[in-house]
C-alpha cells in the first residue's frame, strides 16, 4: 500500500524531468554504423562489384528475399546478372551479411524507405550497388584470394607467394 | 404531474407484459429493470423520494445486476428460446392468469366503489423512514437481518474451499 | 418565465459543460500521460496539438459503425447509451456553484448512487450481447468489481452524511464551511477515492477491459460512435466522481474570495482529475481476485467501523 504512494509520488516527480522523446522528422535519432537497415551493394577499392554472385545470401535469408543470377564476364569473373530484394518481405536480420564471403553485401543505418506502392519496394541491383566501399575500406576480395580473373596475375594477392615454377631446379 | 403517473404507469405495465412474454431471458430482464424504474419513478411523484432511490438502488442496481450475471453465466444458447416456448402453453399459465385476474377484479371494485377523497400526499424523507424502521418496525428489520445473517453464513458455507483429503502416502506432497 | 429560462440556461450550459470536459479530457490525459512518461505527447495538431480533441472527434464520427452479425443486435445498441444517460443523469444534482445546479433534490447523494448502480448494466449487456468470450469475461468482471465497490462507495459516504443530517448537495457543502470534510473523514475520503476509480473502471481499475489479457473485455467488438460512447462515458465518469469527490470532502465551491465560486470548483475537480490520471501513469493493474479481497477484507471493514465511528462521536457530541 505504501509502496504504492511511493510510486504515485516518484512519478509526480517526473513532472520536473526533462524530456526524451526525439522529434523525429525535424531532429534525427543517432544510428549507430553497424545498425541494420537498407541494404546495399557495395564495390572495390578498384571500383569493380565485390560480389561474385556466390548465393550464399539468398541461402541465409530466412525469408527468401533476395534473389539473383549468377554470370560471367569475358575474364571468367562472377558476377551477379541480376541481384534483387525485395523489401517488402526483408525482416532486415542481417543474415545475408554475415554470410558474405565478400563484404559485398551491407546493412546501412537507413530505415526511411516507405512506399506508397508495394512494388516498389522491390530494389534491383542498379538500386542497390552504391559506389563507395561501405564499412569496409580498402578491402578487396580478390586482392587476398582466388583466381585470376583479369584482377590480378596468379599469386599477385596481398598474401600470396608468386606460384612455385615446378620446371626448375633452382631454390 | 398526474400525466407523469399516468405514463409511469403506463411504461410499467407494458414492460411487465413484456417481460412476461418475451422468450430471451435477458431482454426480459431488461423489460423488468425498465419496470422497476418505472415504479421507482411512481414512487417519487407520489412523495416517496427515499424509496424511490432505494428502489433504484437496490432493485434495478444490485440485485437484477445479480441476475443478469446469473443467466450470462448460464450461456443459454438457441434452444432455450424454444423450450421457453413450451412453458407459454395455457396448462402452465392459466393458474397464475386466474389468480391474477382474481386480484385485477378486486382493484377494479375498489376503484369503481372509491369515494374521491383526495389521499394527503406529503413528502417522505429519509429521517422519517428511517424513525419508523427502527421505531415501528424494529423487530421485522431485526428478523430481516437475522434472515440476511443466515444467507451470508450459508453462502460463506458453500463457497469455501473444501479441505482436500489424500491418501496417506501423498500428503507429504501436499505439505511440501 | 424568466426563471424557467434560466433553468433551462443552466441545464444547458452544465451539458455542454460537462461533455466538452469530458472529450477535452481525452487531450489531457494524452498529454499529462506523456508528461508523466518523459514524454511530449500529442503535438502535432494544431498548437501544443491542442486540436487533437477535434481531430480524433471527426475520426471517431467518421468511422464505420459496425454491428457485427452474432452479436445481439438491440442489446448491443442500447449498451452504450446506459453509460452516457446515467452519468449525464447524475451530473444534475452536482452544484457547480450556489444557484448553478439543475435539480437541488433532498436525496441528491442518494440519487448519484442510484445513477452509478445502474451505469453497471453498461458493462454486462456490453459484455453478454457482443456474443464473445473475452467481452463475456469482461462483463462478468465489471458487474462483480461494480456491485462490489457500489458497496464500499455508499458507506464511505455515510460517514459525510451522517455529519451533515443530509442528502442534499448543497447543504453538505454549506456544511464545510469551517472544515473541509477530508479532515474528519478522511478513510471515508480514501475509500470513496478507491471505489470512484473501481465503479468508473479506470486503470489500476480497468479489469473489465485489461487490453492485455481481455483485448478490450466488453468493447472488444464495438467500433465508431459506439464505442466513441464507452470512450466519452469513461470520462464523463472521471468528471462526475472528480466533482463528487469535490463536493463530498473538499468543500465544493468554498475557497477564499477572490475568485469566484465556480472557478474554485473547476480548480478543485481539476486537480482530481490530474490525479485520476497519475494513477493511472503510476499505479499497476492489481490481479482479479487481490482486487476483490482487497474490498471486502479491507475496505469493507474500514468502512463499517468510520461510519460506526462516526456514529459515535456525533451522537456523544449531540
Same mark, same amino acid.
Given at each position: ?32 554504423p553497424r545498425?541494420r537497415g537498407r541494404i546495399i551493394l557495395s564495390r572495390d577499392p578498384d571500383h569493380n562489384e565485390r560480389c561474385v554472385a556466390c548465393y550464399l545470401c539468398a541461402a541465409a535469408c530466412p525469408v527468401d528475399c533476395i534473389s539473383l543470377q549468377a554470370t560471367e564476364d569475358e575474364n571468367g569473373r562472377r558476377y551477379p546478372e541480376f541481384f534483387r530484394i525485395n523489401f517488402s518481405r526483408c525482416i532486415f536480420c542481417g543474415l545475408c551479411e554475415d554470410a558474405c564471403p565478400t563484404y559485398a553485401i551491407q546493412l546501412t543505418p537507413d530505415?526511411?524507405m ?5 512494388q516498389n519496394l522491390v530494389y534491383e541491383k542498379e538500386d542497390l550497388l552504391i559506389d563507395g566501399m561501405g564499412k569496409y575500406h580498402g578491402y578487396s576480395f580478390y586482392q587476398q584470394a582466388g583466381v585470376a580473373v583479369g584482377v590480378k596475375p596468379k599469386g599477385g594477392g596481398e598474401k600470396e607467394d608468386p606460384p ?8 | ?16 407484459? #413484456? ?34 432511490? $432505494? ?5 434495478? &442496481?444490485?440485485? $437484477?445486476? $445479480? ?5 450470462? #453465466?448460464?450461456?443459454? &444458447? ?25 386480484? $385485477? ?21 429519509? =429521517?422519517?423512514?428511517? =424513525?419508523?424502521?427502527?421505531? &415501528?418496525? #424494529? ?31 501423498? =500428503? ?5 | ?44 495538431? +494544431?498548437?501544443? +496539438? ?34 452516457? /444517460?446515467?452519468? /449525464? ?28 448502480? !445502474? ?83 479506470? !486503470?489500476?481499475?480497468? !479489469? ?28 464523463? +465518469? ?40 497519475? /494513477? ?19 475496505? !469493507?471493514? /474500514? ?16
Amino acid at each position: 500500500m505504501l509502496s504504492n504512494v511511493r510510486t504515485l509520488w516518484m512519478v509526480f516527480l517526473k513532472i520536473f524531468k526533462k524530456k526524451v522523446t526525439i522529434q523525429y522528422p525535424e531532429k534525427k535519432a543517432y544510428l549507430p554504423p553497424r545498425w541494420r537497415g537498407r541494404i546495399i551493394l557495395s564495390r572495390d577499392p578498384d571500383h569493380n562489384e565485390r560480389c561474385v554472385a556466390c548465393y550464399l545470401c539468398a541461402a541465409a535469408c530466412p525469408v527468401d528475399c533476395i534473389s539473383l543470377q549468377a554470370t560471367e564476364d569475358e575474364n571468367g569473373r562472377r558476377y551477379p546478372e541480376f541481384f534483387r530484394i525485395n523489401f517488402s518481405r526483408c525482416i532486415f536480420c542481417g543474415l545475408c551479411e554475415d554470410a558474405c564471403p565478400t563484404y559485398a553485401i551491407q546493412l546501412t543505418p537507413d530505415f526511411e524507405m516507405g512506399e506508397y506502392n508495394r512494388q516498389n519496394l522491390v530494389y534491383e541491383k542498379e538500386d542497390l550497388l552504391i559506389d563507395g566501399m561501405g564499412k569496409y575500406h580498402g578491402y578487396s576480395f580478390y586482392q587476398q584470394a582466388g583466381v585470376a580473373v583479369g584482377v590480378k596475375p596468379k599469386g599477385g594477392g596481398e598474401k600470396e607467394d608468386p606460384p612455385v615454377d615446378v620446371r626448375t631446379l633452382l631454390p | 404531474m398526474n400525466i407523469i403517473f399516468y405514463i409511469a404507469a403506463i411504461v410499467a405495465f407494458v414492460a411487465t407484459v #413484456m417481460v412476461v412474454t418475451r422468450k430471451n431471458a435477458v431482454h426480459a430482464l431488461l423489460y423488468l429493470i425498465v419496470s422497476l424504474l418505472a415504479v421507482s419513478v411512481i414512487f417519487f411523484i407520489s412523495g416517496a423520494p427515499f424509496v424511490a432511490a $432505494l428502489e433504484v438502488i437496490v432493485y434495478a &442496481g444490485a440485485i $437484477l445486476v $445479480l441476475f443478469v450475471f446469473a443467466i450470462m #453465466m448460464l450461456n443459454l &444458447g438457441a434452444n432455450s428460446g424454444k423450450e421457453e416456448s413450451k412453458l407459454l402453453k395455457p396448462n402452465a399459465w392459466i393458474t397464475p392468469a386466474i389468480l391474477s385476474l382474481i386480484l $385485477l377484479c378486486e382493484l377494479v371494485y375498489v376503484f369503481i366503489n372509491y369515494d374521491g377523497a383526495s389521499v394527503e400526499l406529503r413528502v417522505i424523507g429519509p =429521517q422519517e423512514v428511517s =424513525q419508523s424502521l427502527f421505531g &415501528g418496525y #424494529m423487530l421485522a428489520v431485526e428478523l430481516t437481518g437475522m434472515l440476511l445473517m443466515a444467507g451470508v453464513v450459508g453462502a460463506y458455507h458453500i463457497g469455501k474451499e473444501k479441505k482436500r483429503e489424500y491418501h496417506r502416502y501423498l =500428503q507429504t506432497n501436499e505439505n511440501s | 418565465m424568466n426563471e424557467i429560462l434560466v433553468q433551462i440556461l443552466i441545464i444547458v450550459g452544465v451539458l455542454l459543460g460537462t461533455v466538452t470536459i469530458a472529450a477535452g479530457l481525452i487531450y489531457v490525459e494524452r498529454k499529462m500521460l506523456a508528461v508523466w512518461q518523459q514524454r511530449s505527447g500529442p503535438n502535432r495538431v +494544431g498548437p501544443f +496539438g491542442i486540436f487533437q480533441v477535434l481531430a480524433d472527434m471527426v475520426k471517431i464520427f467518421f468511422k464505420e459503425d459496425w454491428i457485427p452479425p452474432f452479436v445481439d443486435k438491440k442489446v448491443f445498441i442500447i449498451a452504450p447509451t446506459i453509460i452516457m /444517460l446515467s452519468i /449525464l443523469m447524475s451530473f444534475s444534482i452536482v452544484p457547480f456553484a450556489p444557484g448553478i445546479v439543475i435539480a437541488d433534490l433532498n436525496i441528491g447523494l442518494l440519487f448519484f448512487l442510484a445513477m452509478s448502480s !445502474l451505469g453497471a448494466y453498461t458493462i454486462v449487456l456490453a459484455g453478454w450481447a457482443s456474443n464473445n468470450k473475452y467481452s463475456l469475461l469482461g462483463g462478468m468482471r465489471g458487474a462483480a468489481q461494480m456491485i462490489s465497490y457500489e458497496v464500499f462507495m455508499g458507506l464511505s459516504l455515510m460517514g459525510v452524511v451522517i455529519q451533515v443530517g443530509s442528502f442534499n448537495m448543497t447543504d453538505i457543502v454549506n456544511a464545510q464551511k469551517g472544515l473541509w470534510f477530508v479532515v474528519p473523514q478522511f478513510v471515508g475520503f480514501v475509500i470513496f477515492l478507491i471505489a470512484g476509480v473501481a465503479e468508473t473502471h479506470r !486503470l489500476p481499475f480497468d !479489469l473489465p477491459e485489461a487490453e492485455s489479457e481481455l483485448i478490450a473485455g466488453f468493447h472488444s467488438e464495438y467500433s465508431g460512435m459506439k464505442f466513441g460512447m464507452f470512450f466519452v462515458g469513461e470520462y464523463l +465518469g472521471i468528471t462526475l466522481v472528480s466533482c463528487m469527490i469535490t463536493i463530498l470532502f473538499f468543500g465544493g465551491w468554498l475557497g477564499p474570495s477572490f475568485l469566484p465560486p465556480i472557478v474554485w470548483f473547476l480548480i478543485k475537480m481539476f486537480a482530481f482529475i490530474l490525479f485520476f490520471v497519475l /494513477l493511472r501513469a503510476a499505479l499497476a493493474r492489481p490481479r482479479y481476485d487481490q482486487l476483490m479481497s482487497f474490498g471486502w477484507k479491507l475496505l !469493507l471493514p /474500514l468502512a463499517l467501523l468510520n461510519v460506526l465511528i462516526t456514529g459515535a462521536v456525533v451522537l456523544s457530541n449531540a
